[in-house]
């Protein structure tokens, strides 16, 4: 009867430690896919920025000079990166990172954004990039 006993004591804590362990994996995927989506969100508004100083936008009487002009972009956002630390609720401890190339062939001119969204929660770190390619007729 001990023998039994025994054994039954020692299925259920290899049961119990089976399950602890499957729950703490379940909670870092959690964590990780969580701050994986905050993380893109962040380089998803990097890229939106980027592309508002590239293509600001030209309402009626604006005076800012790629809109007098009516050449609608402006190659010169492309000399900097943006970077960017967020201090609201959704995005704390998130940043992103901006840049874009431009290259002009013939009677076009090619962008490349690239922006780099990371999000850190302990030792917990993701990162994710997005991409958008531009062109523009000259």
Request: proline fraction near 3%; charge should be negative; glycine fraction near 6%.
């Amino acid at each position: 009867m001990l023998v039994i006993s025994l054994f039954v004591i020692v299925v259920m804590a290899f049961l119990a430690l089976t399950l602890t362990r499957l729950l703490s994996a379940s909670s870092d995927s959690l964590i990780f896919e969580v701050y994986g989506l905050r993380a893109h969100q962040a380089a998803q508004s990097g890229l939106e920025a980027k592309l508002t100083e590239a293509f600001p936008l030209c309402p009626p009487g604006s005076v800012n000079s790629v809109c007098v002009d009516k050449s609608l972009n402006d190659p010169t956002a492309c000399d900097n990166t943006t970077a960017v630390t967020f201090s609201m609720d959704g995005l704390r401890n998130c940043s992103v990172s901006s840049s874009c190339s431009v290259e002009t062939t013939g009677d076009s001119r090619y962008y490349q954004f690239t922006s780099t969204g990371t999000c850190e929660a302990g030792d917990a770190v993701t990162s994710r990039t997005a991409f958008v390619d531009a062109r523009v007729e000259l």
